[in-house]
């Protein structure tokens, strides 16, 4: 048979009814969980009589409690300006103190970290606005700190020429002066070279080709040879002789003699000159009338045309800055004055305005070549 549960509770219909000869009904009543919310309630457990739905709402009850109790005090965190604020409501009054003094149980954790996050955002906030105001005044500083301290730019142009900001046209100038001064002393480009000289014009000049080699000339020829199968026999050759001269011939199906590889020969590279310094230019006599003829494909043909044009400008325009100093005839003159009426003379008719111009072609020629397939 079915186990008959014990102890079960006798509810009477009143207090007086022990006296009297009135017969009391007697009712078994089940039995009900109280629920209390007090603090000290949150650590008593649920009585195991109690039925599993009244465990669950008892459950849901407290965490409405404590859920509720902790919009109170925020709420009074909140609201409270300083240590005298005081809340009508004595259970949810709080004296404003540093959060560390609070206890806080693993639940309530979580809601005052988030609560303590809003606060951050806040003041991040507020050091935005700070810096937003302060960005006027430090745009009205910004002209006086762009002023670049002359000492400082001459110093950082001459230990690091490639950073100088001279413009490209200044330089030229500067090159094709000098050009003119060592056509008529033709110890100056050396003097710049070793050292000998020291004064700032000098220095200039000095800044100015190693602008030009370093900066216009030789990195587009580096290039042009990474990206080409030239040989480097075809390549010495080229940097050797100063003139060129390519011509149309007859198709021969051979060996490129600038990549070695098969391919339809049709032109002839004619490569003379005589060999000269790269940095004083000064001119080797030996073997004056060597010359070189070889037969390459339509690539290396118009490589060969890029690459000579810019690897021996400067050469060719120390040439012709001599061919005119050798013109002029006059005699008895300073080399400086004689360098500035010839300097000004050519800047007056644009002649060297137009070397530039044949400078800036080279190297856009060389930056616009193809890569070879």
Same mark, same amino acid.
């Given at each position: 048979?079915?186990?008959?549960?014990?102890?079960?509770?006798?509810?009477? /219909?009143?207090?007086?009814?022990?006296?009297?000869?009135?017969?009391?009904?007697?009712?078994?009543?089940?039995? @009900?969980?109280?629920?209390?919310?007090?603090?000290?309630?949150?650590? $008593?457990?649920?009585?195991?009589?109690?039925?599993?739905?009244?465990?669950?709402?008892?459950?849901?009850?407290?965490?409405? #409690?404590?859920?509720?109790?902790?919009?109170?005090?925020?709420?009074?965190?909140?609201?409270?300006?300083?240590?005298?604020?005081? &809340?009508?409501?004595?259970?949810?009054?709080?004296?404003?103190?540093?959060?560390?003094?609070?206890?806080?149980?693993?639940?309530?954790?979580?809601?005052?970290?988030?609560?303590? +996050?809003?606060?951050?955002?806040?003041?991040?906030?507020? /050091?935005?606005?700070?810096?937003?105001?302060?960005?006027?005044?430090?745009? *009205?500083? $910004?002209?006086?700190?762009?002023?670049?301290?002359?000492?400082?730019?001459?110093?950082?142009?001459?230990?690091?020429?490639?950073?100088?900001?001279?413009?490209?046209?200044?330089?030229?100038?500067?090159?094709?002066? #000098?050009?003119?001064?060592? #056509?008529? /002393? &033709?110890?100056?480009?050396?003097?710049?070279?070793?050292?000998?000289?020291?004064?700032?014009? #000098?220095? &200039?000049?000095?800044?100015? @080709?190693?602008? @030009?080699?370093?900066?216009?000339?030789?990195?587009?020829?580096?290039?042009?040879?990474?990206?080409?199968?030239?040989?480097?026999?075809?390549?010495? !050759?080229?940097?050797?002789?100063?003139?060129?001269?390519?011509?149309?011939?007859?198709?021969?199906? +051979?060996?490129?003699?600038?990549?070695?590889?098969? !391919?339809?020969?049709?032109?002839?590279?004619?490569?003379?000159?005589?060999?000269?310094?790269?940095?004083? @230019?000064?001119?080797?006599?030996?073997?004056?009338?060597?010359? $070189?003829?070889?037969?390459?494909?339509?690539?290396?043909?118009?490589?060969?045309?890029?690459?000579?044009?810019?690897?021996?400008?400067?050469?060719?325009?120390?040439?012709?800055?001599?061919?005119?100093?050798?013109?002029?005839?006059?005699? &008895?003159?300073?080399?400086?004055?004689?360098?500035?009426?010839?300097?000004?003379?050519?800047?007056?008719?644009?002649?060297?305005?137009?070397?530039?111009?044949?400078?800036?072609?080279?190297? *856009? /020629?060389?930056?616009?070549?193809?890569?070879?397939?």
């Amino acid at each position: 048979g079915k186990r008959k549960r014990l102890g079960t509770s006798v509810v009477y /219909d009143s207090d007086e009814s022990e006296g009297s000869d009135i017969l009391v009904r007697k009712v078994p009543a089940k039995r @009900l969980c109280i629920v209390d919310d007090d603090e000290s309630s949150e650590k $008593q457990q649920p009585d195991k009589t109690c039925p599993p739905e009244n465990v669950s709402t008892t459950r849901k009850q407290k965490v409405l #409690a404590k859920l509720k109790e902790l919009v109170r005090q925020t709420a009074a965190r909140r609201s409270c300006g300083s240590a005298n604020c005081e &809340d009508s409501d004595s259970e949810a009054s709080i004296e404003e103190e540093p959060l560390y003094h609070v206890p806080l149980t693993p639940s309530e954790g979580s809601e005052t970290d988030s609560g303590s +996050m809003k606060d951050f955002v806040v003041e991040e906030e507020e /050091d935005d606005d700070g810096i937003d105001s302060a960005e006027p005044v430090k745009s *009205e500083n $910004q002209p006086h700190q762009k002023k670049p301290n002359p000492s400082n730019s001459e110093l950082l142009a001459h230990y690091f020429p490639q950073l100088s900001r001279c413009d490209h046209y200044v330089h030229f100038k500067r090159i094709v002066k #000098a050009f003119l001064i060592n #056509a008529i /002393d &033709d110890t100056f480009l050396g003097s710049l070279y070793d050292g000998t000289r020291q004064k700032k014009y #000098a220095q &200039d000049i000095l800044l100015s @080709l190693h602008y @030009l080699d370093d900066r216009f000339i030789q990195p587009r020829l580096e290039n042009l040879v990474c990206r080409s199968r030239w040989k480097d026999r075809y390549k010495e !050759r080229v940097d050797c002789y100063p003139d060129v001269h390519i011509s149309l011939k007859s198709t021969k199906n +051979m060996s490129c003699q600038a990549c070695e590889m098969k !391919r339809c020969c049709k032109f002839n590279v004619l490569l003379s000159g005589r060999l000269y310094n790269s940095k004083t @230019l000064e001119v080797d006599d030996f073997m004056s009338d060597d010359k $070189q003829v070889l037969k390459v494909g339509v690539v290396c043909a118009n490589r060969t045309r890029v690459y000579h044009n810019l690897k021996h400008f400067k050469y060719k325009l120390y040439m012709d800055c001599s061919s005119l100093a050798e013109l002029d005839g006059v005699e &008895d003159e300073p080399v400086k004055d004689t360098v500035e009426r010839l300097f000004s003379h050519l800047e007056e008719n644009g002649w060297i305005q137009k070397r530039y111009s044949d400078l800036e072609g080279y190297m *856009e /020629d060389a930056d616009n070549f193809q890569e070879e397939k």
